[in-house]
């Protein structure tokens, strides 16, 4: 069941120490690789600041100023101009199973079709398996190669859906 006073916003420069925290959080908490991740990424550690060029957004789940999650839409690293990513979407515990996934993956991909790509790419893990369903659910297929060059090289799972 959704809850209406969880906001999704895009983030701001003072969300960046919350947001790394919630997403370093969920690899340590689900024993997910570290290497070849988006917890080693650099921009893990200044997303707002890796989130400013035109048709690429970052936004945050917002409670009462608390950021408990988040994901974002930018170009694929390598890919054609047609091809977006979705990217580092993570929430903390204490909100997953309340349809803010949904929510949030419908934010994303409105940012993305608004930006008039035509291909959203995404990479996951096998453990993931909720987000991976999820993503089923929202049309995404899977496919046997990465695309682009992310270097997220622990990622097993490479996903795209026609927009």
Do not use: W
Not at 72 to 97: A, H, V, W
Not at 147 to 153: A, I, R, S, V
């Amino acid at each position: 069941m959704e809850d209406s006073s969880y906001i999704i916003r895009e983030i701001l420069p003072e969300d960046n120490l919350q947001i790394r925290k919630v997403i370093r959080d969920v690899f340590i908490e689900l024993e997910l690789p570290l290497e070849g991740t988006a917890y080693a990424d650099s921009e893990t550690e200044m997303m707002y600041e890796s989130y400013q060029n035109e048709n690429e957004r970052y936004f945050v789940i917002d409670f009462d100023g608390h950021i408990l999650g988040g994901g974002g839409i930018k170009p694929l690293n390598n890919g054609n101009d047609n091809t977006c990513e979705l990217q580092k979407m993570y929430f903390s515990n204490s909100i997953r199973g309340k349809g803010l996934g949904k929510r949030m993956l419908e934010k994303c991909l409105d940012f993305a079709v608004n930006s008039k790509y035509k291909i959203c790419y995404l990479e996951t893990i096998t453990k993931l398996d909720s987000a991976i369903i999820l993503y089923g659910k929202f049309g995404f297929k899977r496919i046997n190669t990465p695309l682009g060059n992310t270097c997220h090289y622990s990622c097993d799972i490479h996903m795209i859906k026609d927009l």
